[in-house]
Each structure stands twice: as C-alpha cells, then as structure tokens.
C-alpha cells in the first residue's frame, strides 16, 4: 500500500515533544526551529494559576465548541469570546503571552497528548473532547488541505491531496503532527477515571448540549444556572457560534506574529474555513463502501473502538 509522507512529519522536523520516560514521542506542529525551542522551554517553566483550566483535544475533535463553552461557564455570560482561541493555544502560542491576552481565570487549550506536556499540565483539570475517528478524519482532511495549507508554505505542495490518499495516512502513518488519532485517543480515553479529567464526546455536544454543558459546568465548578446553560447552548449552535464568532473574533497583534504573512483579511477567512460543517456522520458523504470496509478493517483490530462508545 502506497501511505503518503506528511510534509511536517518529526522525521524532516525532527521536533518532537516527549514523555519523562521517553517512551512516547509525538511530533510537534511545524514552526522554525528557535521558534520551537522558545515555546517548548516557556511549556516546561510555565506555572499554573489554580482558577485556570485545560482542554486538550486531537484537532478537529470540537475545539472551538468546548472551549467557547468553557470560556462562557468561567465568564459567567453567554457572549462570545473576542479574541481568537489561539491565544490560548500553547501549541503556537507561548503560556506566558496567553496571560496577557485572557487574564485568569482561562482556559489553555492544547492538541498534545498530557503524557508530553509537564507534570503541571499533566495535574489540573482537564476536558478531553473525543469524536469519532470516521468524522474526524473527513474534518481533519479539509483542516490540513484547505486551511493548513493556506498558511503554511511547507504544505501547499499537498493541497491537490484526495481524500482517499488523507485517508491511508490518517490510518497508516504515525509519524504525523501530535501523532496519529489513534494513538492520542487511546491514551486519552485510559485517563477518563482520573478526578482532574473529565471525558465528553463530541456527538454528544451536538445532540445533547445542555446535558453536556451541564457535565462541565460541573466539573469545572463553576455553579451556573439551568437558564445561563440553556443560553451557552444555544448560542454555541453551529449556525449560531459560526455567525457569532465570525462578526466578534479579531486576531490580536502577539497572535498574528505567530501566523507570519497573515493579515486581518486573512485571519476572518481562516476562522470561516474552521467551521466547516461541525455534523455527525459526514463520512458516508466521502467514504468509498471499499474505503469504509477498510476503515472498519482497522478498527477491528483496534481495541479501543470496542470499549469506546462512538457514535456514527
């Protein structure tokens, strides 16, 4: 079988972050080396205020859903948040500039796998935002294709990928940005008895908002109403947040240093792209019936997809 080479694999990078023991090592997201190092170093001596929290999610796992969820609960309004998420990103974004940008009580947000970050990280409390690996594909295809590509020189050689060719990579190949989806989520999923993480689904922030909300509301102990949830809801509509984030999100000045090239323009037409669709069940709109017999191949012989229940 003919598996495509992500373009930013640790392999060319060679920029990994690694667990103490070294026995887990994810590639990073791409940036230039003194770059790189500067953020890492900023994770490693960053120190935790106690009203903030973190979510952590494989990317286009219901991101910017959760956090504008968790942003409402600490902000005690259902108003969207101005400033965009990536502030907040300790992916791209140093911690410590974040703390200008969103003073406490916040919500850092990061697709690495908490067995790769600090122990402090590794401590507070986390939301972990699991979708399933058929939507997650589709979205995470049109994520590196259509947006990544747009803002990173080093991908737009990929932007003629099929979907079909994304896909044998996304199941296939490790050695891709925070590693492959299988691997975070199988490690993920292995923390959801643990007091300081709390694990949610995407389907069921979609079917279920404000039982969902109300989860982390909870958690988070936050102690908002039955009527401020209902309004979180929806107002974190698809329709609703996309409209809503779209007229209200700007790029803060620290934040678009971090997207070299990218000006105010640009910045609104990537938050379009980043909501695409937000639905359950895309895949049968892109997967072959050989695709998805494939798919289902590999997940046979995936333990997890036994123990963990996905919603199609």
Not at 250 to 256: F, P
Request: hydrophobic fraction near 40%.
């Amino acid at each position: 079988m003919n598996v495509f080479q992500h373009p930013m694999r640790g392999a060319v990078t060679n920029q990994y972050f690694s667990s103490e023991d070294g026995t887990v090592k994810v590639p990073a997201i791409g940036t230039t080396l003194p770059d790189f190092q500067l953020l890492r170093q900023d994770i490693e001596e960053y120190k935790w205020n106690d009203e903030d929290f973190l979510l952590a999610t494989y990317p286009k796992n219901g991101t910017h859903l959760a956090w504008e969820i968790m942003m409402m609960l600490l902000q005690g309004s259902a108003e969207y948040i101005n400033d965009m998420k990536e502030a907040c990103m300790i992916d791209l974004f140093s911690p410590f500039k974040a703390v200008e940008i969103f003073p406490s009580p916040r919500v850092l947000n990061t697709h690495y796998r908490l067995d790769v970050l600090p122990k402090d990280f590794r401590e507070k409390k986390t939301v972990v935002v699991i979708r399933n690996p058929k939507d997650s594909a589709v979205s995470m295809y049109y994520h590196e294709i259509h947006i990544m590509a747009a803002i990173n020189a080093k991908l737009k050689e990929w932007s003629q990928l099929s979907f079909s060719q994304y896909l044998k990579m996304y199941l296939f190949n490790k050695d891709v940005p925070y590693g492959s989806y299988f691997d975070y989520t199988e490690y993920m999923w292995s923390l959801r008895d643990k007091p300081n993480v709390l694990v949610i689904f995407f389907e069921d922030l979609k079917t279920d908002p404000v039982a969902s909300i109300q989860k982390v509301n909870e958690f988070m102990g936050t102690q908002r109403d039955a009527e401020l949830v209902q309004k979180i809801a929806e107002a974190t509509n698809f329709e609703n947040m996309k409209k809503g984030k779209l007229a209200n999100t700007k790029m803060n000045d620290e934040l678009r240093k971090q997207f070299e090239g990218i000006t105010t323009g640009d910045a609104n037409d990537i938050s379009n792209r980043v909501y695409r669709k937000g639905t359950i069940g895309d895949w049968k709109n892109h997967l072959t019936v050989a695709e998805n017999e494939m798919f289902d191949e590999f997940l046979a012989n995936w333990k997890p997809s036994k123990e963990i229940p996905f919603r199609y």
